[in-house]
C-alpha cells in the first residue's frame, strides 16, 4: 500500500519562502509521476507541478512559473516543492499525489493522496 505524507507548510509573510515535502512509503508499479496540487476555500483544486520518475522531466502551472521548484531525492522517497517570492494567493492546503506521466505538462490516473498540508501567505 503507498502512501504520502506532505509537510512543510506554516505561515510567512508575502515574498517569503517555504519547502514541502511529501515522503512516500511503500511501492507502486503503476505510477512514475509525482505532483503538487493546491486547494484554497471556495476554489477549485488546481495542479501546481508535476516531476516524472527519472526526474529529468518536469512540468509548472503558470501562476507558479519561476517561483517554485519541484524536485526528488531517491534516496529518501521524498519529492519536494521549493516554493519562493510567495503571495498571498499562493495561501491553500498543498496536496501530495502520485500518478501516471503521458507527456509534457500531463500527468493523471492519480492513484494515491496525501493528507495535504496548510500554506498560508500574509500581506
Known amino acids: 500500500q503507498v502512501q504520502l505524507a506532505e509537510s512543510g507548510g506554516g505561515s510567512v509573510k508575502a515574498g517569503g519562502s517555504l519547502r514541502l515535502s511529501c515522503v512516500v512509503s511503500?511501492?507502486?508499479?503503476?505510477?512514475?509521476?509525482m505532483s503538487w496540487f493546491r486547494q484554497a476555500p471556495g476554489k477549485e483544486r488546481e495542479g501546481v507541478a508535476h516531476i516524472h520518475a527519472s526526474g529529468d522531466y518536469t512540468y509548472y502551472a503558470d501562476f507558479v512559473k519561476g517561483r517554485f521548484t519541484i524536485s526528488q531525492d531517491n534516496a529518501k522517497n521524498t519529492v519536494y516543492l521549493q516554493m519562493n517570492s510567495l503571495k498571498p494567493e499562493d495561501t491553500a492546503m498543498y496536496y501530495c499525489?502520485?500518478?501516471?506521466?503521458?507527456?509534457?505538462?500531463?500527468?493523471?490516473?492519480?492513484?494515491?493522496w496525501g493528507q495535504g498540508t496548510q500554506v498560508t501567505v500574509s500581506s
Open positions: 499525489a502520485a500518478g501516471i506521466w503521458v507527456g509534457y505538462g500531463a500527468c493523471d490516473s492519480f492513484k494515491y
Open positions: 511503500g511501492y507502486s508499479s503503476s505510477t512514475n509521476c
